[in-house]
């Protein structure tokens, strides 16, 4: 059974710049969600996607948004990086998030760093 | 407004001194309480799920328990291995996890 990766580890860019982050989810999973973490903060919900639709999202401006893909992979798009978009980019897969979706299993994550 | 709060801040054991984390919560809907262990630099891993009160989980020297308003993270005996941070998070009407900020745990040999 494959895991959750992620892809790239780290990445640096400029205010103002563009950012796609990208995700497999774990095999048999159709539930994809993206997770921010700030240093030394709990990871916050950015939104969900299941089978190829947004299933929810939290608080996050228009600049970000997201893709699902008929294989359940999933990419997170950044417009207008700004330096507080500077952190720790989480995905998480999970069996069925129309249905409560259960346990979230995380990736190793993507760090970004803004300048 | 869903709220999760977790203490301490920060944790320092010595080896084998057995302790507890907390985890409390105010929510309208609870549908899971879960627990995470995240090494640093590293995606959160998942230890356990919660969904009633007075269910109680264990895995190796992890217990939790739930509450209505709380849920603990119990080690014994904890080793040096366990040091990292333990996040709790709800799952309520929506789908996804409302997480907390976390307690770092360091266990000294």
């Known amino acids: 059974e494959t895991g959750v990766t992620q892809s790239p580890t780290h990445l640096i860019k400029t205010r103002g710049q563009q950012v796609t982050l990208r995700c497999s989810s774990q095999s048999g999973h159709n539930t994809v969600s993206w997770y921010q973490q700030a240093l030394g903060q709990g990871p916050q919900f950015i939104f969900q996607y299941y089978r190829e639709e947004e299933n929810g999202r939290g608080n996050f401006p228009p600049r970000f948004s997201g893709l699902q893909f008929p294989n359940y992979s999933s990419e997170l798009n950044v417009n207008a990086l700004e330096l507080d978009d500077s952190a720790l980019y989480l995905c998480a897969s999970s069996l069925d998030g129309r249905a409560g979706g259960g346990e979230q299993f995380f990736g190793p994550g993507t760090r970004l760093t803004v300048l | ?109």
């Open chain 2, 1 to 109: 407004e869903d709220q999760v709060t977790q203490s301490p801040e920060a944790l320092r054991l010595q080896e084998g001194e057995s302790s507890s984390l907390n985890c409390s919560y105010t929510v309208s809907g609870l549908r899971g309480l879960f627990w995470y262990r995240q090494d640093p630099g590293k995606g959160p891993e998942f230890l356990f799920t919660l969904y009633s009160a007075g269910e109680e989980k264990e895995k190796e020297r992890l217990k939790a328990t739930l509450t209505k308003k709380e849920s603990f993270l119990h080690i014994t005996a904890p080793k040096p291995e366990d040091s990292a941070t333990y996040l709790c998070a709800l799952q309520t009407g929506a789908n996804n996890l409302f997480f907390g900020t976390g307690t770092r745990l360091t266990v000294i040999p």
